[in-house]
């Protein structure tokens, strides 16, 4: 039975395109792309729209590599959720089995050196371990006035990140926040220690044990860790990225986009990542979306481990109707889900200024049209 008010797919990728075009805007986002897999209505395509390099004027393509920033957690959380199948980490053991005693000295917690030895894996893949977070400080500034590295990633481009500079950071200016497990606190510090655990286990740098468990076996040719590998052959540089009007592309402060994100990939990338994990490959969407923290990031926006749902009735009243959505989010504005009706979708506005905007694209121009899909 065909809906009222269906459209054909040729019709849906048709305004799909338009809805990329109208999102680029000249003050604000600069290139933009869109990836749909849609196989119960036969909608599959990807488009893109703007400027990908201001250097040369280079158009924004369908296989233009982009920062897809914090989706980079999710590679990382099924990395560590297929260690846990074999045996090779417990999620439920101290994080110090697999972190260097050094690594964890004097970091910022309730009850100090000792509460330390009772963060789990799962607690820093859930973001409850109770740490500070040293990039976005909104909702824990630091102790003493310093900036957060949001901030210093603009102010201070040519700046140059080390992972332990990352925690040293944390270490010299953050307070506690909490106690182990007891409040959900999203912080890029957790994932460091991630990556720690991860070479700990294998004996190997994380971003190597994530290609081999994940980007190589789903087959991501057009993905690599930007601050620690060369592009791959025959793929061309990633996009530029805007926090604001500044350009934030190939500077040197964007290597602190490690084990907490790190990737830089292209659209259709995103979407085998996906479809990899919905067939358990290398560990199953299902085993990290769960254990929701409901109201994690904002209102209908909850954490799981690594990844994040939206409950579109929730974040906008009038879309209760809209499927939810799995999957996660960057603070460049990238996006990777798949719908409860099987859709996946990902891309990117490529613009860290206002780090809700891909939320309201997607649920305005994206599922509307996907909702109204004839079969």
Not at 78 to 106: C, H, K, N, Q, Y
Not at 216 to 226: E, F, I, N, Q, R
Not at 249 to 274: F, M, N, V
Request: hydrophobic share 45%; proline share 6%; glycine share 10%.
């Amino acid at each position: 039975m065909v809906k009222l008010f269906s459209i054909s797919a040729a019709q849906a990728a048709e305004r799909l395109e338009i809805a990329v075009e109208r999102a680029v805007d000249d003050a604000a986002v600069r290139n933009a792309v869109l990836h749909v897999d849609a196989p119960r209505a036969g909608l599959r395509g990807t488009w893109a729209a703007g400027v990908a390099d201001a250097r040369d004027g280079k158009a924004m393509q369908a296989d233009t590599p982009f920062l897809s920033a914090s989706i980079g957690k999710l590679a990382v959380a099924a990395t560590a959720f297929s260690l846990t199948a074999e045996g090779i980490i417990e999620l439920d053991a101290p994080m110090a089995r697999w972190v260097p005693p050094e690594a964890l000295a004097r970091l910022p917690m309730v009850g100090g050196d000792a509460a330390i030895g009772r963060i789990s894996v799962r607690m820093l893949l859930a973001n409850r371990s109770g740490l500070p977070d040293y990039y976005d400080s909104d909702t824990h500034p630091p102790r003493d006035g310093a900036r957060g590295l949001a901030e210093l990633m603009i102010s201070e481009p040519q700046r140059t990140w080390t992972r332990e500079g990352l925690i040293d950071y944390a270490r010299e200016h953050y307070a506690p926040f909490a106690a182990p497990g007891e409040r959900f606190l999203y912080s890029d510090l957790n994932w460091d220690l991630l990556g720690l655990v991860l070479e700990g286990a294998l004996a190997r740098p994380f971003h190597e044990v994530v290609r081999e468990r994940v980007l190589d076996p789903l087959g991501l040719t057009h993905t690599w860790y930007h601050a620690f590998e060369p592009v791959p052959d025959g793929v061309g540089d990633y996009a530029d990225v805007f926090a604001g009007r500044t350009n934030l592309a190939r500077q040197p402060s964007l290597s602190l986009d490690q084990a907490g994100g790190g990737l830089a990939t292209t659209a259709e990338d995103l979407g085998k990542l996906l479809r990899g994990l919905e067939r358990g490959v290398p560990s199953g969407l299902d085993r990290l979306a769960t254990d929701w923290t409901e109201n994690a990031m904002s209102r209908g926006l909850d954490y799981g481990y690594g990844t994040w749902r939206w409950r579109p009735g929730r974040i906008f009243p009038l879309a209760f109707q809209l499927p939810q959505l799995v999957g996660v989010s960057g603070s460049t504005n990238s996006f990777a889900y798949l719908s409860a009706k099987g859709d996946v979708i990902t891309g990117t506005l490529d613009q860290a200024d206002d780090p809700s905007r891909h939320v309201r694209f997607v649920l305005s121009k994206v599922l509307p049209l996907l909702q109204r899909l004839s079969r």
